[in-house]
């Protein structure tokens, strides 16, 4: 059974930073892209980052780009985001995912275990 962890969000002030973890168990990590979504209330879950199997390529949605980084260990099954720059519009629950696909995996569909998302608020 695939299960995914995630770790690392609270509270902080606009302009700080926060890195979530996600461990990851129950597949060959490796084999598989990565990415990391968040849902604000009242909208649609949306892609911020995703990363290949290697760790070789990533993608960044528009607005998190130059202020987060996705990166992975597969040595330890875990899978990161680092947030800097935090803005208020970064609030949101991130859940992190593992897709069906190696690379190239740019919409929810193509993901198909989720962890269980931890809350990221950020202040202003």
């Known amino acids: 059974q695939v299960q995914l962890v995630e770790s690392g969000g609270g509270l902080v002030q606009a302009g700080g930073s926060l890195r979530l973890s996600c461990a990851a168990s129950?597949?060959?990590?490796?084999?598989?892209?990565m990415g990391w979504f968040r849902q604000a209330p009242g909208k649609g879950r949306e892609l911020v980052a995703t990363i290949s199997g290697s760790g070789r390529a990533t993608y960044y949605q528009d607005s998190v780009k130059g202020r987060f980084t996705i990166s992975r260990d597969n040595a330890k099954n875990t899978v990161y985001l680092q947030m800097n720059s935090l803005k208020p519009e970064d609030t949101a629950v991130y859940f992190c995912a593992t897709s069906q696909l190696f690379s190239g995996a740019y919409s929810a569909q193509q993901y198909d275990y989720w962890g269980q998302g931890t809350q990221v608020t950020v202040s202003s």
């Open positions: 129950g597949r060959t990590f490796s084999s598989y892209a």
